[in-house]
């Protein structure tokens, strides 16, 4: 309403001018005409405020087309393959990695193949490894040199000639047994492998119908020449039933490694496994894995990379062995040799007839006092049913038997009738002519060794 009374003053002002030039008729205000409508809007809308940045210049992204001749990632494609030969041994084994962290595994000897994916790590390693390899031409004719063809198509390395690098050398070689096997050559009878341990690298032997052994260590880049003689094995295998052997022997032994028997040749030719044979071996199996272990033996005296073993409390070889409450000790070989001392002399050695050896054992395991599981051996850690007690004053009986070691402890032997064969025995061996010393008895004691063989895991075989 103020613009319109603004406007107005204005008009008469006007009005006013154009009649002091020229004096026209007045005319009363109230003549004059009155606007029906403001001459500005009433409400006000501003105009669109623009975003755009004045010289500042515009951008146009555009993706370009893929090359028509690109190709997809090659998943399929390998990125390492080794191949693995001993041509003495028969050994031909080959490995394919790929792009996509999928391994094959083939042995050629025999056509058997295995996949294992997720092994990134394995394939990175040996990219790593096989380039600085140094390797030496393959002297003519050697065919009990370990031989490698390697190929690695992304980088174009590749190289070929006698592998001698003991770490490779055992590495392919646990790589390749883990996942197909253990080789032994073409047409063997028996073989033998031993997986790796703190004291000597994985090593193998196999005999041949006709007498021929092979020997050899995972780590050497060449097999130990061919011997012919192994009559012991081959006659130790004759006397074998088959049909009392099991698929596995095996002690809870910590840190052994694993060990696969191959017994071929007959009807059910068969892979046993083993562990811990000095507590797991059957009597049964025990000859021909003694002559097993001293063919290996003497293979393994001749590696600087092998460490002497620590006795063991079972001697492989040994039938029965008893440790007295007193301190007294004796012990019964498979040659019926037995050896007897009481802890403070020197041993005396005398030969039992085969009658007796087979009498004391039998009649022990006869007994139901012996179980398999070497429970005299457990310690307080170990016994979950806290009924070992190995610290204190007992009497231990191991005997061999046809499911492996049996054992059982006695904390007062002065009247355990089971054992009075072995004491009249071993009294004999050590010129005792008093009685077997009495201890007072532990009820506590006597409490355990009656829960102990209760609760042994398997029982011995009886007669009836």
């Not at 012991?232 to 052997?245: G, I, R, S, V, W």
């Amino acid at each position: 309403m103020r613009n319109f009374w603004f406007i107005l003053l204005i008009l008469i002002a006007g009005l006013l001018a154009a009649c002091a030039d020229d004096p026209a008729e007045q005319t009363s205000l109230t003549e004059l005409p009155v606007p029906t409508s403001p001459v500005i809007p009433a409400t006000f809308t501003p105009a669109p405020r623009s975003s755009r940045i004045d010289n500042v210049p515009v951008v146009t992204v555009t993706q370009a087309p893929l090359p028509a001749t690109s190709t997809p990632i090659p998943f399929g494609a390998n990125v390492v393959e080794v191949r693995l030969t001993t041509p003495s041994l028969g050994y031909d084994r080959r490995l394919q990695g790929g792009v996509s962290s999928r391994i094959i595994l083939v042995d050629e000897s025999n056509g058997f193949s295995l996949q294992r994916d997720n092994q990134a790590s394995v394939l990175l390693d040996l990219q790593q490894a096989l380039p600085e390899l140094v390797l030496e031409p393959v002297p003519e004719g050697c065919d009990t040199c370990v031989q490698i063809a390697y190929n690695l198509p992304f980088s174009g390395v590749e190289g070929e000639g006698w592998l001698r690098d003991p770490v490779l050398l055992a590495s392919l070689e646990n790589y390749f047994t883990t996942t197909l096997g253990p080789h032994f050559p073409t047409g063997s009878l028996i073989g033998l492998r031993r997986s790796a341990s703190p004291y000597a690298p994985a090593h193998s032997l196999a005999v041949m119908p006709d007498g021929r052994l092979f020997r050899w260590l995972a780590n050497e880049g060449e097999v130990a020449p061919v011997s012919t003689a192994a009559p012991a094995l081959l006659a130790a295998y004759e006397q074998l039933d088959p049909q009392a052997l099991a698929q596995q022997y095996t002690a809870p032994c910590p840190g052994l490694p694993l060990e696969s028997l191959l017994l071929a040749g007959r009807d059910d030719e068969r892979l046993i496994s083993l562990f811990c044979p000095e507590f797991a071996v059957s009597v049964e199996l025990q000859p021909l894995y003694v002559a097993l272990d001293a063919a290996l033996n003497e293979l393994l005296a001749g590696s600087e990379s092998v460490l002497p073993r620590p006795p063991v409390a079972f001697p492989l070889d040994a039938v029965l062995d008893y440790q007295r409450i007193d301190g007294a000790q004796i012990t019964i070989f498979m040659d019926d040799t037995a050896v007897a001392t009481n802890g403070s002399t020197e041993p005396i050695t005398t030969t039992l007839s085969s009658s007796q050896v087979v009498s004391l054992t039998t009649n022990l395991l006869a007994s139901g006092s012996l179980r398999t599981g070497l429970n005299t051996f457990l310690t307080a850690e170990d016994d979950t049913s806290a009924t070992s007690t190995p610290n204190a004053p007992r009497s231990v009986v191991l005997v061999r038997g046809p499911a492996g070691v049996y054992d059982a402890q006695w904390f007062n032997t002065a009247n355990v009738e089971v054992l009075a064969e072995l004491n009249a025995l071993l009294n004999q061996m050590l010129s005792l002519d008093t009685a077997v010393p009495e201890i007072t008895p532990d009820p506590s004691a006597e409490a355990t060794v009656t829960a102990t063989v209760e609760a042994s895991s398997s029982p011995a075989p009886t007669d009836e």
